[in-house]
């Protein structure tokens, strides 16, 4: 959609403001209500999507430019693309596309020329080396890989994605899930000198074009590969071919990490011999949460009933994070011999973003620090040990994160955790 088609969206906007909160029947505590991490940190009507509907309007009457309303721009590109206003927005406005309208605005910026000089090294890396990770180089991509034993033209494909990838920090649990799967009978493949960014985050940073480039490339390269099945421990990634590419016709089964794993030990393929003994809780990644339902195309018209209300014919599905995955990690974690799990106050489609969407941990560090901050605040809350997740964007900004009284949390990715009990 053109920034143009969202115009009836930015007068259908009744100023609820849901989008600043989770459902207010799902509030525990004001301390933990609130879920959109930039009017969090800003505290400024602006960054909410309430505000960006409104100057959005100014801007398509020539109001509002990017130029003169620097502030207006950080808005918009301090968005981490998460989700989570779209998907209270549903509740009480079923009509409007919120997140796709903040990743519109994004584009809108870009096609402008205003893309920040953070923006522009990832780009060209992206062009350049075939990774958003600035200062990587493709030749160094499969380093993580060595030793490992694929099976030749296999049917089910390994995608680690760029952090795993060069993340020295990560490598090692790319490594143990891909040993993992293949210990417990998965004939696995790699992409090898094919395997490339996904590019999903240039799609949330709204560079369209140079995400569209690599994702139909992507796409062909898994097609000559004979691919059936991706599994990518990588949230974004998941999200990226789950969803993005599937819109451009990617027929391929994409499996999380997460979902291969309750599988194989739900069929008893994988069994654990420790006992971990220990207290954690659960980050729900964005990408693999509330952005990880399944796509289902539809090609349809917008009607109105009295010329009031809103319909479609045939009937929109309708996405409002219900459906992502959430259940299989938590059975993972819960499957381990001594682990206990303990929820925060905002989870599943209503989790609090970690900070590090659209690569806003480069291009505003600041807030993506704060937003990281104020998730560990609210994971020791539960008085956990650890806090797991299944995402390395999400596990690297957590690293530094301390909460309000300056206290970490230990961080493990729910691969390490398996690894662990093994």
């Known amino acids: ?65 990017f130029k003169t309303s620097p502030e207006w721009l950080n808005a918009v590109q301090s968005c981490t693309a998460c989700g989570a206003c779209d998907v209270t927005c549903k509740i009480t406005r079923f009509n409007l596309e919120g997140l796709d309208y903040c990743v519109e605005l994004k584009n809108e910026a870009v096609k402008k020329g205003f893309a920040t000089p953070e923006q522009k090294a990832m780009i060209e890396s992206l062009k350049k080396e075939q990774t958003l990770i600035a200062g990587e180089k493709k030749a160094k991509r499969q380093a993580w890989a060595k030793g490992i034993k694929w099976a030749k033209d296999a049917e089910v494909v390994f995608f680690p994605g760029c952090k795993y990838s060069y993340d020295k920090d990560l490598q090692a649990y790319a490594k143990k899930a891909a040993e993992t799967l293949i210990a417990a009978g998965v004939k696995l493949g790699y992409m090898g000198d094919l395997d490339m960014c996904c590019a999903g985050r240039a799609y949330q940073m709204g560079f369209f074009d140079e995400f569209g480039e690599r994702a139909d490339a992507n796409i062909k390269a898994f097609e000559a590969k004979g691919v059936k099945t991706i599994v990518t421990p990588c949230s974004d990634c998941y999200h990226a071919f789950k969803t993005l590419y599937a819109k451009r016709g990617m027929n391929v089964e994409v499996l999380h990490i997460t979902e291969y794993l309750d599988k194989l030990i739900k069929e008893k393929k994988i069994k654990f011999k420790k006992n971990l003994d220990m207290v954690v809780t659960y980050h729900d990644p964005c990408h693999l949460g509330r952005q990880g339902e399944p796509y289902t195309p539809w090609d349809g018209e917008e009607k109105k009933i009295m010329n009031q209300v809103v319909t479609w014919e045939p009937r929109r599905p309708r996405r409002m994070g219900v459906y992502g995955i959430y259940d299989a990690p938590r059975d993972v974690i819960k499957a381990i011999p001594g682990v206990t799990l303990v929820e925060m106050e905002r989870i599943r489609e209503y989790s609090l973003c970690c900070g590090a969407g659209a690569n806003v941990q480069i291009t505003n560090p600041e807030m993506s620090q704060a937003t990281a901050n104020e998730r560990v605040t609210e994971a020791n809350s539960t008085g956990a040990d650890a806090l797991v997740t299944a995402c390395p964007w999400c596990e690297a900004n957590f690293k530094n994160a301390v909460d309000e009284n300056g206290k970490k949390i230990e961080v493990i990715d729910i691969i390490d955790l398996v690894a662990r009990a093994l």
């Not at 600043?20 to 004001?30: A, E, G, L, T, V």
């Not at 509907?53 to 801007?59: E, K, L, R, S, T």
């Open 1 to 65: 959609m053109a920034l143009k088609d969202f115009i009836p969206m930015m007068e259908r906007c009744s100023n609820c403001l849901g989008c600043k909160w989770i459902p207010f029947d799902k509030i525990q505590s004001q301390r933990f209500g609130e879920n959109c991490p930039t009017n969090l940190y800003y505290q400024w009507h602006m960054y909410s999507l309430r505000g960006k509907w409104m100057v959005g309007q100014a801007y398509m009457t020539g109001d509002y430019n």
